[in-house]
């Protein structure tokens, strides 16, 4: 597989991955509003379990294309793409602070 297909599918799934967890941040951060408030085991258990989805989401979309490569003998495109992946990841987060810091109002 050609380089720039596997830097052009590391981006997607990595702008994915930051619109996915926007989503579940914005559901986080907002959780009292749209499902109110949930004290006790229930609300620890219903964090712990969108936690836990969250991740198995996570893994299946970061590493999920990459374990198929790589069982189809494609190991190199799947470390390779394992690799842009993370970079991306780096670099739209290093982005995204670069952003809020030059928008957060000096004390």
Do not use: H
């Not at 109110?36 to 299946?60: Q, R």
């Not at 790589?70 to 987060?93: H, M, N, P, T, W």
């Amino acid at each position: 597989m050609p380089k720039g297909k596997i830097i052009l599918s590391a981006i997607f799934q990595s702008i994915f991955t930051v619109v996915y967890v926007g989503v579940v941040s914005y559901i986080i951060s907002n959780g009292e509003v749209l499902f109110g408030d949930i004290k006790g085991f229930l609300g620890v258990a219903l964090f712990l379990l969108i936690f836990v989805i969250s991740a198995a989401i996570m893994a299946a979309i970061v590493f999920g294309r990459a374990v198929v490569w790589y069982l189809d003998g494609k190991k190199k495109e799947a470390i390779r793409l394992v690799f842009y992946e993370i970079a991306s990841l780096i670099v739209i987060a290093l982005l995204v602070c670069f952003i809020f810091v030059q928008l957060s109002p000096v004390s």
